[in-house]
């Protein structure tokens, strides 16, 4: 890669091919969403939305996972407050980056390399195409810490997997394999761990061979039609998630992973 930028928490390398990588860069936490990230994230994306020699956006994740979600010492610092700001009340969770690649007019492909669960499920739903590492793992973690799925994740996981489906991984938020990712439809093709990069730039590179403009209206084509859809989701997932972001339950649950207890005590409050 020839240009590098770094962003708080973020990574954003060009090459002279017309090729950016944009790579969650947060591995001692798996690459967990950080305020920071969620903040320089739709900056970086419109660094790549600005230059007109970009014409494939590639996302990853730095060291072993691709993105574990949200950062729970964040979820613990909130959970604890004893009285909520009318700023934290008011919260557009996950509004700031939710929609970033869906709305980005280059084509995005999420290079999947590790855990890849909750909001980064979400992130990696909302690029338009997904290949994974064998060594990948998905789940949809947020109902077992006493949340609900958010940053899209209950409009993008529906449309990949249909909605059955999508409710159970829900309901469950058990992890599963990147064969069974295969299988249901989230990613469209599995490649050994030292094969994923290539893969992804090797498809990257037969998408730049179409031209620019019928690519790039083509991916507003299918994507638009979906954004009001998307914006009533967010503020139903906001809305939701406020309630349980302070309840007791949430509370417990953020205690009980940090404790490394493996049995949270639920009270339906």
């Known amino acids: 890669m020839q240009n590098k930028m770094e962003y708080e928490d973020l990574l954003l390398e060009k090459d002279d091919g017309g090729i950016a990588i944009l790579t969650f860069n947060v591995p001692e936490k798996l690459n967990a969403i950080t305020p920071k990230m969620g903040r320089h994230l739709p900056m970086a994306v419109d660094e790549v939305a600005q230059d007109d020699n970009v014409r494939v956006l590639i996302v990853t994740g730095a060291g072993r996972g691709f993105c574990s979600g949200a950062d729970v010492s964040a979820m613990q610092s909130f959970s604890e407050a004893a009285e909520p700001s009318r700023f934290n009340r008011l919260q557009v969770t996950g509004w700031p980056f939710a929609d970033v690649f869906p709305k980005l007019q280059k084509p995005t492909i999420a290079a999947i390399n590790g855990p ?22 998905f789940g949809v973690a947020q109902v077992a810490r006493a949340l609900v799925p958010d940053f899209g994740l209950t409009l993008y996981l529906p449309l990949a997997v249909g909605t059955s489906k999508a409710l159970e991984l829900m309901y469950t938020a058990e992890l599963f394999d990147a064969a069974e990712a295969q299988r249901i439809g989230i990613v469209s093709q599995v490649v050994p761990p030292d094969d994923l990069m290539k893969t992804a730039t090797e498809l990257a590179a037969k998408i730049i061979r179409n031209p620019p403009l019928s690519v790039e209206l083509t991916k507003q084509m299918v994507w638009r039609n979906l954004f009001d859809r998307l914006a009533r989701q967010l503020d139903l997932e906001t809305y939701s998630t406020q309630i349980c972001r302070l309840s007791a339950d949430h509370r417990e649950s953020v205690k009980a992973f940090l404790e490394k207890r493996p049995s949270p005590r639920y009270e339906g409050k």
């Open 116 to 137: 890849c669960v909750g909001g980064g499920l979400s992130l990696a739903l909302s690029c338009d195409i997904r290949i994974a590492s064998e060594t990948a793992k």
